[in-house]
T-cell receptor, first 112, second 111 residues
C-alpha cells in the first residue's frame, strides 16, 4: 500500500529535550515536506526537500532541522523543543511539482 | 492579505442540501489548485484537483476563476459523512511550486 508513515503518533516531552519525528514514504517520491497545523493558522510549511541531500526552509523553519540522506526518509529534528512548538505535525510527499501532496497520519506533539 | 483565504464557517446544512465554498488567492501566477478534506485531528486527504475548465467527481464540482482569482467547491446532495473541514490549496509560483493551504471551511451536515 502506498503511504507516508510518521512516528510517533503522540509525543509529550519537556522543554529542551531533543527529539526526532520520523517520516518514511514508499512511493519513490522526490519531494517531501513537513508542516505544522495550529488552530486558525492552517497548515504551514516548516522545511521541504526536492531530492536526496537537497533541503530548504519553508515558512516557519525556526527551531527545526531536517535531513534527507535517503530518498524515502525525511526526519524532523527539534534540537531544543519549546512550548510554542506544541502542535500537530504532518509529513507529506509528492511525485512532481504540479502534483498533490500525500500526507502521513500526523504527530501530535506537546512540549511542557 | 493572506495568500489563500477561506470562510471558516461553520456551514450547517441538512442532509440532501447543496452547499458551496469559495476560496480566494492572491498570486495571479498560481498554476496548481486542489481541494482537500480533513476530518478532526486526522491527515488532510485529497478530494480533487481543480482544472481550468472545471471538473466534477460524483457529487462534487470544482471550478476555477482566474480572472477573479478564486476557486470553488460545490457539494450536491450532502451526506452526514461529508461533515469535515475543506481545505483550499494553491501553488505559489517558483522553483518548488510550494503548495499554500487555506485555514479551511468547516461543514456540518445534520439529519
Amino acid at each position: 500500500e502506498a503511504q507516508v508513515t510518521q512516528n510517533p503518533r503522540y509525543l509529550i516531552t519537556v522543554t529542551g529535550k531533543k527529539l526526532t519525528v520520523t517520516c518514511s514514504q514508499n512511493m519513490n517520491h522526490e519531494y517531501m515536506s513537513w508542516y505544522r497545523q495550529d488552530p486558525g493558522l492552517g497548515l504551514r510549511q516548516i522545511y521541504y526537500s526536492m531530492n536526496v541531500e537537497v533541503t530548504d526552509k519553508g515558512d516557519v523553519p525556526e527551531g527545526y532541522k531536517v535531513s534527507r540522506k535517503e530518498k524515502r526518509n525525511f526526519p524532523l529534528i527539534l534540537e531544543s523543543p519549546s512550548p510554542n512548538q506544541t502542535s500537530l505535525y504532518f509529513c507529506a510527499s509528492r511525485t512532481g511539482l504540479n502534483s498533490p501532496l500525500h500526507f502521513g497520519n500526523g504527530t501530535r506533539l506537546t512540549v511542557t | 492579505r493572506k495568500e489563500v483565504e477561506q470562510d471558516p464557517g461553520p456551514f450547517n446544512v441538512p442532509e440532501g442540501a447543496t452547499v458551496a465554498f469559495n476560496c480566494t488567492y492572491s498570486n495571479s501566477a498560481s498554476q496548481s489548485f486542489f481541494w482537500y478534506r480533513q476530518d478532526c485531528r486526522k491527515e488532510p486527504k485529497l478530494l480533487m484537483s481543480v482544472y481550468s475548465s472545471g471538473n466534477e467527481d460524483g457529487r462534487f464540482t470544482a471550478q476555477l476563476n482566474r480572472a477573479s482569482q478564486y476557486i470553488s467547491l460545490l457539494i450536491r446532495d450532502s451526506k452526514l459523512s461529508d461533515s469535515a473541514t475543506y481545505l483550499c490549496v494553491v501553488s505559489r509560483s517558483g522553483g518548488y511550486n510550494k503548495l499554500i493551504f487555506g485555514a479551511g471551511t468547516r461543514l456540518a451536515v445534520h439529519p
